[in-house]
């Protein structure tokens, strides 16, 4: 696998150098055993600060450290993989019962607390396998992406820094691109975790627009490079889908007839509109946690893979704060302070995608 680290004036050749030495060869033909497997789940998760016990040097997470203020111990970082994987394990649907092919995760510290995650009891015989980079973040969080072998084969990924002239000491997730086969058919994933909304949501605005621009540079790099690959950018963006960087920047529509060739739809929009969220602030929902679709994978396109719906995984109580002043949020794992033995502050979000 090829780890790459992209600045933005040379961002289009140097993506497509990225991808240059991928082969070819069979990803047009599908088995009657791919063919078999209707329908792919494709998820994403922001596992809200899955991080070990250790303090690394140079890192912020000293708090998650059994001398930091959360007291973050062995007892209550093994509860979080347990409640995680758990969670993961319930992610079947009635079309999916071996549960998604892919699940791209955020706010995860290292490779090794994924590799603790996919080996514990609830999901362990699903043999999902990890993808991780280390990212430049100063907090010392990255992306990452779990996939099923036996549903999506890797051929390639490539991790993209998001380098402004302006900033030149900021410090963010890698945007990471993972191109393989869903069914037979190319598939290009973006797993991203945007800029925070720190200092205020129209000051810091412009750091998400140079995100998804970044991430809009990627995928139109790879469709370049394979006219019918499906792309697909998902994560944590930390604005809605009618803000200006997922709806202007990266041009996501609202409706499916509204996408021209090379375009994105967001169906994630019109769940917001109808008031399904995936993360409450100060008492109102937001869906930042979101799975955009290319064209090439609308009915229209040249993916023999469509888009066949969308949700955000609202229907799991013990997701959700039971009592107290937080009732109805999603149950995160510290609240004012105190631990929950919770899951995360985000609710999953997951699309499906079949064959035409």
Same mark, same amino acid.
């Given at each position: ?82 409640? $995680? #994987?758990?969670? !993961?394990?319930?992610?079947? &649907?009635?079309?999916? %019962? =071996?549960?998604?092919? @892919? ?110 621009? $970044? #991430?809009?540079? !990627?995928?139109?790099?790879? &469709?370049?490079?394979? %006219? =019918?690959?499906?792309? @697909? ?124």
């Amino acid at each position: 696998m090829t780890l790459k680290r992209l600045i933005m004036p040379l961002l289009a050749a140097a993506v497509l150098a990225g991808f240059s030495g991928v082969a070819d060869a069979q990803t047009s033909q599908v088995s009657q055993a791919q063919r078999s497997r209707k329908v792919f789940g494709v998820a994403f998760y922001n596992l809200e600060n899955l991080f070990d016990t250790i303090n690394n040097n140079g890192k912020y997470d000293l708090e998650f450290s059994p001398q930091g203020k959360n007291k973050w111990d062995g007892y209550k970082y093994w509860s979080k993989i347990k409640n $995680l #994987s758990y969670a !993961i394990s319930q992610f079947k &649907t009635r079309r999916t %019962p =071996d549960g998604p092919a @892919i699940i791209g995760v955020s706010e995860i510290e290292n490779i090794t607390v994924l590799q603790d995650l996919v080996k514990a009891k609830d999901i362990a015989d699903r043999n999902l396998q990890v993808v991780h980079h280390d990212s430049p973040d100063r907090r010392g969080v990255d992306v990452g992406l779990l996939y099923d072998p036996k549903q999506f084969r890797v051929i390639d990924v490539t991790n993209h820094t998001l380098y402004l002239p302006q900033l030149p000491d900021f410090r963010t997730r890698d945007q990471m691109c993972v191109f393989g086969l869903l069914g037979g058919q190319r598939v290009g994933v973006i797993v991203n975790h945007w800029p925070s909304r720190r200092g205020g949501e129209k000051q810091s605005s412009w750091l998400r627009e140079a995100a998804a621009e $970044l #991430s809009r540079h !990627i995928a139109d790099s790879l &469709t370049n490079l394979y %006219p =019918d690959c499906g792309i @697909i950018v998902m994560g944590d963006l930390n604005d809605d889908p009618g803000n200006k960087s997922c709806a202007q920047v990266l041009g996501a529509k609202k409706k499916i007839s509204q996408v021209k060739p090379g375009g994105f739809f967001n169906p994630f929009w019109q769940k917001l509109d109808d008031g399904i969220g995936s993360y409450i602030y100060r008492g109102g929902w937001d869906l930042f946690d979101q799975i955009i679709v290319g064209y090439n994978l609308l009915p229209d396109g040249k993916s023999r893979l469509v888009y066949d719906g969308a949700l955000v995984i609202n229907n799991l109580p013990f997701l959700f704060q039971s009592d107290g002043q937080y009732k109805g949020y999603p149950f995160r794992t510290f609240s004012g302070g105190v631990w929950t033995n919770g899951y995360s502050d985000h609710l999953p979000t997951e699309i499906f995608l079949t064959f035409k």
